[in-house]
Nanobody, 127 residues
């Protein structure tokens, strides 16, 4: 099995930065693409960013382009999300997810395609 554990969430002032981490354990070789999803109160879960297993393939939601940067360190089995210039609209529970079928060189976009999920970490941006 695969376990994902997010960390780095918290309370931050608008305009500030946070760095989320997602540590994978277990059968980490099963993980191909990895992504960050978020869900805010009253809103649908959305894909924030994702990265293929190998470097160079990334996805960013329009709302975070230019502000967030996704990266991964396969040797450390860790996924990161650097969040800069945070806005109140970024307030949400952020979930780390892993995919095991097609994400070597591509980034699946649908949440239903992801197989492994972390417990979520709360990010609250105060205005």
């Amino acid at each position: 099995q695969v376990q994902l554990a997010e960390s780095g969430g918290g309370l931050v002032q608008a305009g500030g930065s946070l760095r989320l981490s997602c540590a994978a354990s277990g059968r980490t070789s099963n993980i191909l693409a990895m992504g960050w999803f978020r869900q805010a109160p009253g809103k649908e879960r959305e894909l924030v960013s994702a990265v293929s297993r190998l470097p160079g393939r990334t996805y960013y939601a329009d709302s975070v382009k230019g502000r967030f940067t996704v990266s991964r360190d396969n040797a450390k089995n860790t996924l990161y999300l650097q969040m800069n210039s945070l806005k109140s609209e970024d307030t949400a529970v952020y979930y780390c997810a892993g995919e095991s079928r097609s994400g070597v060189f591509n980034v699946p976009l649908a949440s239903s395609l992801y197989d492994y999920w972390g417990q979520g970490t709360q990010v609250t941006v105060s205005s």
